[in-house]
């Protein structure tokens, strides 16, 4: 089994396997982690899609964003939520969106690598907590293209696009292609 052995040999290249075999390694470098500011102490796996508690707005993008949890939230927990959510103090990428003393720290997260050039979180579509179809680039609700059938009928998710995203050059993002039944 090959775990994730990412050790660069200058700021450009890796180092090939057989000058690192037998070498302790980590995933510091692995390419799909880059960029990400997430912080080392969060649950494993809790950006699930399955995750999605509740969203919040960013009061400076506007683009809503997932606010993720390991289990359900309680009642109380929801309510106090919900207030930490009405404070209006949410910004895309804030390091400390929950402060330490808080109650629902370490139990509620958002992604902090998001910033607002950052899209709609896969989150926001695909979880039970069904929301109007919003812009996977803007976040905006109105104007939304229809997608094609192929597309629909090819792929297992399409995100919404907007006309003015659309004129500005995105394209529909779209999931992994469907699998063909014979």
């Excluded at 969106?97 to 926001?124: A, C, N, T």
């Excluded at 039970?128 to 009928?153: F, M, Q, W």
């Amino acid at each position: 089994m090959f775990l994730g052995v990412f050790i660069l040999a200058d700021s450009n290249h890796y180092k090939d396997f057989s000058s690192i075999y037998g070498t302790q390694t980590s995933e510091n470098f692995r390419p799909s982690k880059a960029g990400q500011l997430e912080a080392d102490n969060l649950p494993q796996g809790i950006f699930n899609n399955n995750r999605v508690r509740e969203f919040v707005e960013c009061d400076f993008c506007g683009k809503i964003r997932c606010i993720y949890s390991m289990s359900a939230l309680k009642k109380e927990q929801m309510s106090t939520l919900q207030l930490k959510i009405n404070d209006n103090d949410f910004t895309c990428g804030i390091e400390e969106w929950m402060p330490p003393s808080h109650e629902l720290k370490g139990i509620v997260f958002i992604r902090q690598s998001l910033s607002r050039d950052s899209p709609i979180e896969s989150g926001y579509y695909s979880n039970r907590l069904k929301k109007p179809p919003i812009c996977y680039y803007c976040g905006k609700n109105n104007s939304l293209v229809e997608a094609t059938d192929d597309l629909l009928h090819g792929y297992q998710s399409v995100y919404p696009l907007c006309s003015n995203c659309q004129l500005s050059g995105h394209s529909f993002h779209i999931g992994v292609r469907k699998k063909l039944v014979n």
